[in-house]
């Protein structure tokens, strides 16, 4: 990986093998990244997405490998009780068009992962709701 800041705008360059939400673990620490917004696309060999079922409060997750091209990836940097985290979504498509996704767990870059991260002036912390039973913007 490979990223360069240019005021509160990271560009960023993820590699073949790399794996997504560890690279943005990555900058995020360097940078001392409280707040963000984050936004890419790129290619895929393999990941794992999923969606929170707030009726069961369980996570149901699938995972796919093969040639997969990102559509959208979007999402947050920002703390849990002052450390790193993360809420990444990403759609990938393959061959044959058919789109998949949901909250991102991981992923593996075939190619490359393209990827903008732009800084917000402040923190916003997360704290664990019972209700829900998801960790949420905590204000």
């Known amino acids: 990986m490979e990223y360069r800041r240019f005021g509160d705008t990271i560009i960023a ?3 073949k093998g790399e794996e997504i939400v560890e690279q943005v673990r990555c900058i995020a620490l360097k940078e001392q ?12 060999s393999e990941f794992h997405v999923g969606l929170f079922d707030v009726n069961e409060k369980k996570f149901h997750g699938n995972y796919f ?10 999402g947050t940097i920002n703390t849990k009780d002052g450390e790193f985290y993360t809420h990444l979504h990403m759609s990938a498509a ?11 767990v ?3 870059i075939s190619a ?6 732009r800084i ?4 916003v912390d997360r ?13």
């Open 94 to 104: 393959d061959v044959e068009a058919r789109v998949f996704g949901g909250h991102l």
């Open 33 to 44: 990244i409280r707040l963000a917004s984050v936004e890419a696309l790129g290619a895929l």
């Open 65 to 74: 490998q093969g040639a997969y091209e990102i559509v959208s990836l979007t």
């Open 13 to 15: 360059r993820m590699d």
């Open 120 to 123: 917000l002036d402040g923190c």
């Open 127 to 139: 704290k664990f709701s019972d209700e829900v039973g998801l960790n949420l913007f905590e204000f």
């Open 112 to 117: 490359t992962c393209e990827m903008v991260i």
């Open 106 to 108: 991981d992923a593996t």
